[in-house]
């Protein structure tokens, strides 16, 4: 526990925030001690959040959201040794709450210069962890058949795991500090329009399979719908905004790779290529984007 705390205070420090550095290792204290007595491994700690809304997270192996007692909050409560749990950190946080997280989750707070004297009891928690919808094939006429050719599975997987988390940044940026980020509540409605489409996409059964089985590449086939392309080349310049964004260090979380920027170059670029009844390209990687550029 006292290792959560000095890491906390050193990311404060870090930040230039030294004012949260007591919020921050009592409210890390409480949601590390939650995660050991009632989640699952793995557990991890990071920063994320902005340089002026810093947020500590605590990641678990649990899929099962927080439960706050809500009598742990009250004064007279606080200040016991033991078992004080999301009271105290709502105590200690401007704002507090959880996301889902493969494979579990993430708990969050916003340390707060001085202790809240009304906490927020019930904080931005989810219900249940979000279920993937499965759609069925098209049928002709209803939108484009898309093949991806040599799909890279790991290069996919990891610029995914990217896209949620940015995407989660400017969600939590959008509810939290509207007034300050404006351009964040504009990418997440582009971002929920996106998820709304993509939601009836069909993908073959040949991309998990190469997950399951661990394959390097495999050949993909999609089927969208008619609105998807056009919708989804505003999504690669929105994302190409978000890692200025990130560059810029507004952003703690990181900003893409060079090979996630490939990939994501590459799959929006056979989307509108093969919309337009081009024939597939395989992925190449950084070499093929030059050849098809020359």
Known sequence: MGEARRWAADACHEL?????????????????????????????????????YPRIEVLDGSPEPPRINAAMAKEEELFSTFGRGLGMVAMCSHRWGADPDEPGKVVWFEPAAEPVDEPDL???VFK????????????????????????????????????????????????????????????????????DEISTAHVDDSLAEAIAADQASADITMSIGPDTPALLGQVA????????????????????????????????????????????????????????AR
């Open 16 to 52: 230039g925030r030294d004012d949260l550095v007591e919020t921050a290792e009592l409210g890390i204290s409480e949601l590390v001690t939650n995660a050991l007595l009632h989640a699952a491994p793995p557990i991890a700690v990071r920063v994320r959040g902005t340089h002026r």
């Open 128 to 195: 249940k962890p979000a279920k993937v919808r499965i759609a069925g094939p098209r049928r002709a006429g209803e939108g484009y058949t898309i093949v991806f050719a040599g799909f890279p599975v790991s290069v996919f997987l990891d610029w995914r795991r990217h896209f949620r988390e940015l995407r989660r940044e400017l969600r939590l940026l959008a509810l939290a500090h509207h007034s300050d980020y404006p351009v964040a509540h504009t990418i997440t409605e582009l971002f929920e329009r996106f998820d």
């Open 237 to 292: 310049d929105v994302l190409d905004l978000a890692d200025a964004f990130c560059r810029g260090e507004r952003l703690l979380a990181l900003a893409a790779t060079p090979q996630q920027r490939e990939f994501q170059t590459w799959f929006v670029g056979e989307v509108l290529r093969q919309s337009n009844g081009a024939s597939p390209l395989p992925w190449l990687g950084k070499q093929g984007l030059e050849q098809r």
């Open 122 to 124: 019930v904080g931005q």
